[in-house]
């Protein structure tokens, strides 16, 4: 394929935190432009056969991705698996184990929220009753419709953001252990928006040093919901840890206008991208 192919690796439908299931995601993706692109849901690989019969029908190539929660030094990291084997028995069976987790989670905050005088066994079953994996967008998304909050992001801010009043602790696999799942599934392990943690930049380094030395090999250079200034910042790193770039625009819902789906998103030309080793 040319250069210019318009590619992205990194989306959710409503099998974990977006809107549109993933038939309905490949078609807008294809219509958007959009030749290759990867369905990346947390911790799920549940849309991937829809998804892969939807591009069959719109001529775009589908890579099988997963967005899976991580631990290092206390803080979750985003990793992205990316061309995995979705049928590998250690995957499936490790994302059962992280369902649980995201399962428990919820009834720990909704606990937490019924004790600051807020419906939190409503909101519960509300999550519960979403056919996929719960995320505390899904809670965010409660709050909001119930008044609760005045938009969507002061859910985090005030309740669920880490260090807020309904915030629980996650216990994630550590990253190595997770970058393993991946690998054994034959997948490229990725890690993503790597600005958006709260991280030092000394810490940051460190953080791409271990997931390299565990058998990392690439990094979300240029991220849809992050500006200019984290591409340039990112390239920089990637050639410096000698991980392969990767695009993606993080796309959860059409609502979100400045993110849509069919930007092609530029790799600096620095960068290697993890797509050429696919013969694209
Ligand atoms: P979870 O993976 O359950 O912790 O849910 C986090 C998800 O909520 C992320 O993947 C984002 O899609 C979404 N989100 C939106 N705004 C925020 C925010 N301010 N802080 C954390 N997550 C957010
Ligand atoms: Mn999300
Ligand atoms: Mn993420
Ligand atoms: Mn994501």
């Not at 990291?77 to 995957?91: K, M, N, R, Y």
């Amino acid at each position: 394929m040319s250069d210019a192919l318009n590619i992205d690796l990194h989306t959710h439908s409503n099998c974990s935190d977006g809107s549109l299931g993933p038939a309905e995601l490949i078609a807008r993706a294809a219509a958007a432009g959009v030749q290759v692109l990867a369905l990346t849901d947390h911790d799920t690989v549940a849309g991937l056969e829809d998804a892969q019969r939807s591009a069959h029908e719109h001529g775009l190539q589908l890579v099988p991705g997963v967005e899976i929660s991580a631990s290092w030094r206390a803080q979750a990291i985003h990793v992205l698996g990316l061309w995995i084997d979705p049928c590998s028995p250690q995957l499936c069976c490790s994302l059962r184990a992280q369902a649980d987790l995201r399962r428990s989670r919820m009834v720990k905050i909704c606990a937490q929220l019924t004790k600051l005088k807020l419906p939190g066994a409503a909101l519960l079953a509300g999550v519960q009753a979403i056919p996929g994996l719960p995320t505390r967008a899904h809670l965010a998304q409660g709050l909001l419709a119930g008044g609760h909050v005045d938009s969507f992001d002061a859910a985090f801010r005030k309740y669920l953001g880490k260090g807020k009043r309904a915030h629980i602790a996650v216990e994630w696999p550590a990253l190595q252990v997770v970058v393993g799942w991946i690998c054994a599934a034959g997948g490229v392990a990725a890690i993503a928006h790597p600005t958006r943690y709260a991280l030092s930049a000394g810490a940051r380094r460190r953080l791409l040093a271990d997931f390299a030395a565990a058998g990392g090999t690439a990094l979300e250079v240029v991220s849809g919901g992050n500006g200019g200034q984290h591409a340039e910042t990112c390239a920089a790193l990637a050639v410096h840890y000698g991980l392969f770039g990767t695009v993606g625009s993080d796309f959860h819902n059409p609502q979100a206008a400045w993110n849509p789906l069919g930007r092609s998103l530029k790799l600096p030309d620095c960068v290697t991208p993890v797509w050429r080793g696919f013969g694209l």
